[in-house]
């Protein structure tokens, strides 16, 4: 998507953790702190990558982006309107999108293919019949892009996984289109990983 800037972050980079915590709220430090110290630093990383990404638009300082999160998890900034972040982390990679408009990204770690994803209860049923038919071999890379691309669009659509993923279905094997109204894009990340990026369609302004 046009102006959208990505950021890919290494959430085992220890030597960034200290300055990290100088940039976050006392309630997202609290947060970071709710885990095992991996956890924190995946946490601390993470969001300070995304205060770092949306400080650079807006001229400010990581501290000083005015920067919330909803009830249901979502980053928000609070001005100005045309600015949205979204943030993803899997294992040792993070993933930062910063853009004009709403968003939401993804990303996952590639697992090894299991017959068990099947029945999780996630996949709609033409998504299932769609990744039995694939061959084996390309079932994990693919059963896993459906997963970023749900989870990226619910969170663009802001309900996040408190959305219905069987519900949000996407055309198997194909890495751009559309799902649930939005259009998802396949994001570059390294191997081993697989990345989605979710755009609602833009609200019309109402008529005078």
Known sequence: MAGTRITIVDLTDDAALPEA??????????????GTP???????????????????????????????????????????????????????????????RRIGIDVEAVAPWSAAVLDEGWLAAEERRALVRLPEAARAVAV?????????????????????LAATVTEVGRTDGEVAGCQVHDVRVPHGWVASLAVPPEEKENPS
């Open 21 to 34: 915590e100088t940039w976050l709220t006392p309630d997202e430090l609290a947060r970071a702190r709710r």
């Open 38 to 100: 991996a956890v924190h630093r995946r946490r601390v990383l993470l969001r300070a990558a995304l205060r770092v990404a949306l400080g650079n638009e807006l001229g400010l300082p990581p501290d000083l982006v005015p920067l919330a999160t909803t009830p249901l998890g979502r980053p928000t900034v609070a001005t100005p309107a045309d600015l949205d972040g979204s943030c993803s982390a899997s294992g040792e990679l993070g993933i930062v999108a910063v853009g004009p």
């Open 144 to 164: 896993t892009r459906c997963w970023t691309q749900k989870e990226a669009v619910l969170k663009a659509l802001g309900t996040g996984l408190r959305g219905d």
